[in-house]
């Protein structure tokens, strides 16, 4: 029996992802779990599984196409089972308007049998896009459906507008919500969305509403024709680039932030983890970032402020009692920032490995948007590559962030002679409505003091 196969939860408040490569085509053989297709939601890459063992004979999805939770993307049958329908394309049902069937396209629930999914599901369904997109004048596009009406993509929350015209309006920074369709049922057209435009640098629209997406809500003056100066090339934003613009925007618009500096002498320290790593397998590799891992973790318990987030509408501060550090890791795609959990509750040996075995994962791209959240606190080491100090900003909601520079030898006075020591760079950068500046410094010593004495460790109690 034909089975659809639709796009699963993968985490909370993901309700869309965009299509960003297919692993199979129509015909293919496929494994169950084997990747059908690469997802790109707002927190990680996640790849969709086949449900089954069997063939895949219908894709109803192409690169680029921007998919909801629940949607139907591919059909196929099951091992040792027959197809029971034509191929959709062939047998159109008669279009019903998107508006009019909603549960045509939702999700259903998981307690239904599979084999209720049935051929005339699909058919309906990839029938009814194709209105959708005939109704936009784009007849010849490819037949992705349009998104099911789940909670979060109700009604009121989806603009009329084909997803041609939205992806337009994000592309020049313009809020699809702020304009006026000119369409029936105020469908918004290519034409209204550059109206709009037009109208915002005349400064008769809101003009704020103009690349609020990109720029995080911030705003972002019109740019100059940069092609007066010279040859330019455009290369659209990643997903994952729009976030971190996003992210960074937010968190530099909302937290007041102060960066401190200090330094810690690892000298012993480092002598240990060479050590530790002479006889240790690659996949255990004892790295700085692991010890600050360690370190860190402590240190959050014994100033639980810098473990907390603000909640200024209850105004409360919300104390974590558990520690996931983020880490911020560096990747073809851009900066990622994996969680490492109960930091505070795990040993160094298995910080190192998991740490070690989340970095590969988070380049190669398979991390789950679980993966990505809870984190309490972050660090951030750019030692490996280089430089002497630099000005993190706060992971919001959390309240402040780690930044380690390279370890350097120096001299260090030791009130006779100089000694070399090995000094390592740190920056502390903190929401200063959450953190004091001397509970900050006071944070920051800890931590540099525990490196240089790691028995400090041991002289707190467990809280
Ligand atoms: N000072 C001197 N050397 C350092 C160092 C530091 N602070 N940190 C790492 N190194 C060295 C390591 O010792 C290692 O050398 P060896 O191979 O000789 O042992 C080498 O640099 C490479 O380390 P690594 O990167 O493999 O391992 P790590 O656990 O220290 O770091 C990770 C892991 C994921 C944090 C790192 O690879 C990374 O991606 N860093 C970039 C983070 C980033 O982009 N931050 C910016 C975010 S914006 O705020």
Redesign the pocket.
Known sequence: MTQEIRVPEVSDGVTKGQVIGLSVAVGDRVEVDQTLLELETDKAVVALPSPFTGEITEILVAAGDEVAIGQVVMAGVPEGESADRAPAAAAPEKPEPPSATPSARQPEPPSEPAGRKTAATATAAKASAAAATADAGQAEAHPALPPPRTAATAPQDVPPASPLVRRFARELGVDIHAVRGSGPGGRISEQDVREFVKQALAGRADAGAVVAHASGGAGQRPLPDFTKWGDIEREPLSQVRKIIADNMAYAWATAPRVTQDDKADITAVEGFRLDF?RKAPAAD?L????ILLKITAAALRVFPAVNSSLDLAAGELIRKRYVHIG????TPAG?LVPVIRDVDRKGLATLARE??AT?AK?RERRLTPADLEGGTFTI??????GGTH?T??VYAPQVA?L?????EMEPVWDGREFQPRLR?PLSLSYDHRAIDGADGARFLRWICAALEQPLLLMMEDEQ
Request: proline share 3%; charged share 10%.
């Open positions: 790593n590799k790295t700085m970032t692991a880490v911020a890791v560096d900066l740490l070690n970095a988070t951030s080491n750019l030692g490996g590559i630099f993190p900003i962030i930044g380690v520079s390279r370890a390592l």
